[in-house]
Structure formats: C-alpha cells, structure tokens
C-alpha cells in the first residue's frame, strides 16, 4: 500500500485527508487546522503547532527588548531562566535611587522578592515547602507605597496589575469581579501567560475593605469581607479561570486558565485608625503608686505606634485571620517629613523638579528654584495632609503661568523660582541672553 504525502495531504484511494504539514497530525485529531495563504500549496499548521510558533517568535522579541532595555534600565532578572542576579542590599539599593526615605519597607520588600524567586526556582529535591512572601505595606496616604511597587515591577521586568480594592465585590454583585485583577496582569504580560504567572498584583486601599464590626453580620457584606474572601482564592496559589477581556463571567464565554502559585500580591492601606487600637493594646492600665509611669497618645508619634503592629490589631481593624495569614510580611511606611519631601522634590532621578529643567532646557531655558521655594512647596504638602503625592499638583499650579509665557519669549536664558512665586504666585526671576553670560 503505498501512501503518498503532498504538501500536508495524505492521498489513499484517492480520498484526501488534511494533515498539518508541520507534525503531520490529522485534521480529527486536532482543534483546529489553519491553511496557508497560498493557495497554489495545499500547507496547513494545526492550532497546537501554531501556538509552539507564536511562544517561540514571543521568547525572541523578549530576548531583543531585554537587550535594548539592559542599556538604560538594569533588570535584577534573568529572564531566560527566572532567576535573580541581584542580592537583597542591591536591589534596595537601586530603589534609592528613586525613592526617598522608607528604609525599613526598602529592606523588607527587598528581601521578600529574592526569597520569592528563590522559591520559584526551588527544584523541590527535598520535603521543605516554601510558601509565598505575600506583602502587606502599612503606612499614610502619599508616602510612596505604589511608587515602590511600580519601581520594583520595573527593575524586575514583571508585567504587574494595580488595582483598587473599594471597586472590588463578590462575584454576581454589582462592582469588578476580584478575578478581573488576574485579567488587567494578563493584559499587561501582552496575554504571555506564562510571564504574567511570575508577575506582581498590587491591591491597594485593602483596608476600605475591612468588616464593619468582629461580629458576624446577617447581612451580606458583598464589598467587604465578601472581597476578602474571594482574595483567598488567587493569593493563596490556585488555578483560575479568568475573562480574556474582563467583565462579568457568563456560561458560554472562553475563559484563560492562570496558576497564581508564582505571583507575588503585594497589598497597601492607609489603615486609618488603627493606631488606636495598637495604643490601647500597649498601654500599660491600671499602673498605680509613685512608680507607675503614664503613657499619653502624644508621646508617641503615629508612625512608631505603625512600627508595633501585630496581626490581631488587623483582625480587629476588620481584616479576616484567613486573609492575614496569606501576607506573613507585614511593613510600615513612615510618615514624610518636611526634609523628606524637600529631598523628593530634588534627589530622585526622575523628580518632578528634574524633569522640569529637562522640559525648560528644551525651549533653551535654564530653570532654577531657590532653596527657599522648595522649602515653600513642601510646607504647602504638610499643609494640605497629601505626602509627596500632592507635589506633583502643587509645582503644576505655580509652573502653569511659567510655562505658558516662556516658549514666546525667545530672549530668555534663565527662569529663577522664588519664594514669593510660590507664596504669592508672582512671576518669576527671568535673564536674557546678555545678563546670563
């Protein structure tokens, strides 16, 4: 019996059956067979053939961006094998270079990533089971907790999904389905599941999320503990299916099968309050006599009450045991002060007022602030009770004039910002050409 193949076509008995010219399977034993665009060559490619294609073309591009991007952009990464090449003190210290203060949450998250790619590159040769260092950041609005994350997915070349847990409710509720966090990393890994499967979910404003009360409700709470309980799921390392293009889950859509095993979830909140209830856990009741010492709330600031937070103070802020547990790192950011927000304004390499002299330089104009303006502007952050995050408004507001006027003005060389055009909005210092040189 003599079978003869043509271009992806078994001839026998003169019936045709379409094979894929690739690994010769037939068309029944595969989903899908896809023909060529030319139509003189009967050459089809199965869907399984297709997608060892597409991996392979997608490993490539990766390997020729990781190389243009190794030139200005050190990643702590190897991304042929998933292993880290950098240590814990350089890769905080390579955070210093763009975010000011925080020392102890540098250390902490530093630590965190090495140990949580160690762990996934554990060949498992022994009985020892690594868990996950899940993250839990702790600290006031504005004081850098999603400019950390966001340096850190950089640095580590990591697609990374940043989402708002007070839009989040329990599946069939009104709001965003949990699982719809999984679909934002995928989109952002360029739907490469295997990358997304090693990235970063940061789930900010969890503490919005807390039960109402320790008393368990007869109502359904959809957005609170409903949400905490939904987390447990993906945090904890499971596969899920999830909506290629987000939205509520129906019967008949397709779904993207993720294992969260590998990703690192990286939780912050404000946590409002809860230095209260860490005061009232520490306080020494009931001291008597002439040797009882009394602790007031003043004597001890908000961040160093932060410093002494225990699992049992978020669960009784209203985080569920379950959800704690799957965040063992547990860090504080402190409170900015005056001198750190004078430092965000100038020492970053990508600080606002830097890239403000970049964008002047353009238009031929020297821009320069007075050690005085700056001491205004971070005067004005403490004031409004917005961290560094209300920085970037404040130096908007007082360069918006500025900017508007100088591009016309092609006389001038040097643009000097005063303390008065901070405090009073007035103009401020320009040269010329003449008084410049």
Known sequence: MKIEIEGGDCMKYGVTEKR???????ESEVDILIRGKDTTKDIYICDKCAQNCNEIVQFNLNQLNNADNGKNS????????????MKPTEIKKFLDDYIIGQDSAKKALSVAIYNHYKRIND?????????????????????GKTLLVQTIARILDVPLAIADATSL????????DVENVLTKLVQNAKYDIAKAEKGIVYIDEIDKIGRKSEN???????????????LLKIIEGSIVNIPPEGGRKHPEQKFLKIDTKNILFICGGAFEGIEKIINSRTTVK???????SVETKEEISKTELLKKIMPNDLVKFGLIPELIGRLPVITVMSELTLADLIRILTEPKNSIIKQYVKLFKMD??????EKEALEEMAKMAVERNVGARGLRSIVEEIMLDIMYEIPVKADIRKCIITKNTVIYKTFPMLLGKKQVS
């Open 20 to 26: 894929c010219s690739f690994c010769g399977k037939k």
């Open 74 to 85: 050190p990643h702590i990464m190897n991304n042929s094998m998933n292993t880290m090449k």
């Open 123 to 143: 060949t498992g040769e022994d009985d020892v089971e690594l868990q996950k260092s899940n993250v839990l950041l702790v600290g006031p609005t504005g004081t």
């Open 169 to 176: 409710t329990e599946a069939g509720y009104v709001g965003e």
């Open 216 to 230: 368990v409700s007869i109502t359904r709470d959809v957005s609170g503990e409903g949400v905490q309980q939904a």
């Open 286 to 292: 009931g001291s008597m006599g002439f040797t009882g």
């Open 364 to 369: 031929n104009v020297e821009l320069k602030f």
